[in-house]
């Protein structure tokens, strides 16, 4: 098996195992404190035990999430994706250009939420 570099969390430096799927991931603390503009926490999660994607603010209701291919949101003032990992769970990742070619994503970092535009 080849060795990969080693790798921290681009939010809070902390040492992270490599997966090549996923370079520049962030630590579940980092990605559990997701938020929008305004600073409203985000929980993401999967849709069933097969995967899929929902989020929801913390303060509403569970039953209330929305189901989506993932997120443009913020950790640490940062704009980061959130989507579902290959295998399950979620994962988060730095935001590296712009939403061109990331179909399905809801935004979270203006003033209001908007839905995808596909």
Same mark, same amino acid.
């Given at each position: 098996?080849? *060795?990969?570099? *080693?790798?921290?969390? !681009? $939010?809070?430096?902390?040492?992270? =195992?490599?997966?090549? %799927?996923? !370079?520049?991931?962030?630590? #579940? *603390?980092?990605?559990?404190?997701?938020?929008?503009?305004a600073g409203? =926490?985000?929980?993401? /999660? #999967?849709?069933?035990? @097969?995967?899929?994607?929902?989020?929801?603010?913390?303060?509403?209701?569970?039953? $209330?999430?929305?189901?989506? %291919?993932?997120?443009?949101?913020?950790?640490? /003032?940062? !704009?980061?994706?959130?989507?579902?990992?290959?295998?399950?769970?979620?994962?988060?990742?730095?935001?590296?250009?712009? !939403? @061109?070619?990331m179909s399905?994503?809801?935004?979270?970092? $203006?003033?209001?939420?908007?839905?995808?535009? *596909?």
């Amino acid at each position: 098996m080849a *060795d990969f570099p *080693d790798h921290h969390c !681009p $939010g809070c430096a902390t040492p992270r =195992k490599a997966f090549p %799927r996923y !370079p520049w991931h962030f630590c #579940n *603390d980092c990605r559990e404190s997701a938020c929008d503009r305004a600073g409203r =926490k985000i929980i993401a /999660g #999967n849709v069933s035990a @097969s995967g899929g994607f929902a989020w929801r603010f913390e303060e509403d209701d569970p039953a $209330g999430a929305i189901t989506c %291919r993932g997120v443009i949101a913020l950790i640490r /003032g940062r !704009p980061v994706v959130l989507r579902e990992a290959r295998f399950g769970g979620i994962v988060a990742e730095p935001l590296t250009s712009g !939403p @061109s070619g990331m179909s399905g994503l809801w935004d979270l970092t $203006g003033d209001e939420p908007r839905p995808p535009r *596909d």
